[in-house]
C-alpha cells in the first residue's frame, strides 16, 4: 500500500519507523535577517510590514507560500515569535504561518495559551485573511487580537481556499473578546500575492 | 516582557535562542502498543476503536485530553498515522488529536497532501466531532472522508469549546468531496469524554 513509488514501510516492525514518528517545524534560518527581537513595533502597520516582509522573502527565497505572521505583545510592540508558510518545503498542510507563529510563540512561553494568567496581552498580526484553520487556532492560541491585511477576496482570486469562514465565524471570536482588525496594509499585502502569481507559485489548496 | 517567572530570553542575541526556534511533535510512546499496522481495519467501528483507544489510554496514562484520531488508507484499511491530544503535555494549542494525526500521517507519504495523484484515498477517523481547527485542517490534509464519534453536544457538556463550525462548514466540506459520517461508536466516545471528566481533568480551552 502506500505510494508505490514510495520506499516501502517495513512490514515486520510493530511501530511507525522513527523518521516517520515525529514532525520538527522550524523557520527557514532567514528570518532571523528579518525579525528584530529588541524592537518595539508600536503600530499596526510596523507589525504588518514585518508579517509582510517574511511572506515576501518566503516567495522571493524559497518559491513558497506568500504569508507571513508574527505574534507580538499588544502593549509593548516587543515580537514575540513570526511564522511563514511552510506547507510544501516541510511537506505539512497545517503549516500556515499564523500555526507556525502560534506554535513557537507557546514554546518560547512555556505555555499552551498566550492567555495564561499574568501575561501581557498578545495578538497576531498575518498578511492575509485567516483561513478556516487558522481562524480556529486564533481561537485557541489565546491571542486578544487578530490584525490581517489582504482579504480572503484577495486570496481567493489566486485561487487560494479559505475554507469555511462565515462572517459568523468573526462574530464568534469576537464574542469570547477577541478583537479583529482588517485590511492594514491591504495594498501592500495584495502585492505579496501578486508576486507569488507573477512566479507561477504552486496553489496547493486549490 | 515575557512571563515574569519564565527564564529571561536573552537581549543581546539578534535572534530567538536556539530552544525556541524550532517545535517538534510527537505521541507518547505508548500508543506503539494500541496501532496495530499489518492490521486491516475493516469497518468504520474497528477504525473508531482505535481512535477511542487512543483517546482513552491518553487520558489513563497521561491526563491528557481525551481525544484519538487516526488516519487509514479507505480502501484497503491500512493503518497510515495516529494521533493523541497533545496540548497540554506539548504546551501547544495546534496539537488536537487530529492534527497530529495529518502531520504524522503527511510526513510519511512525504507529501503535504494526502489526496496527490496516484494515492489512495484516505480518511480521518476521530472520537470526536473535530473543532473549528481541525475541520479546516481536514480540508486541506487531502483526507476524502472524515468519521467522528462523539458529538460536539457531548464535547460541549464538558465545557470543551469547538469554535466557530456550522452546518454550512459541513456543507463547504461536502461539495469538495468529502464524506462526512457522524455520531459512528457514540456511546463509547462519550464514555471515553465521561471518564476525563470523572478525573477532572483540565478543561484547556474552556
Known sequence: MILSSEPKISSTTE??????RMVQIANPSWVAE???????Y????????LALSLARENVLRDGAG???????ESDTGM???VGVNRVVPLNNSALHGEMVAFMLAQARLGSYTLGAPGMPRHEVVTSCEPCAMCLG????????????GASRE???????????????????????GIEIVRGV????????LELYRSRSGEIYNG
Open 154 to 176: 484577495d486570496a481567493t482570486r489566486l485561487n487560494f481556499d479559505e475554507g469555511p469562514v462565515f462572517p459568523e465565524s468573526y462574530e464568534y471570536l469576537e464574542t469570547r
Open 34 to 40: 528579518l525579525a528584530d527581537w529588541e524592537r518595539q
Open 15 to 20: 511501530t511507525m519507523p522513527d523518521a516517520h
Open 66 to 72: 506568500p504569508f507571513g505572521a508574527a505574534i507580538f
Open 185 to 192: 496594509c491591504r495594498e501592500e499585502s495584495r502585492a505579496v
Open 137 to 148: 487556532a486564533t481561537l485557541w492560541s489565546g491571542v486578544r487580537r487578530l490584525v490581517w
Open 42 to 49: 508600536s503600530s499596526d502597520e510596523e507589525r504588518m510590514r
Open 79 to 81: 515580537l514575540v515569535a
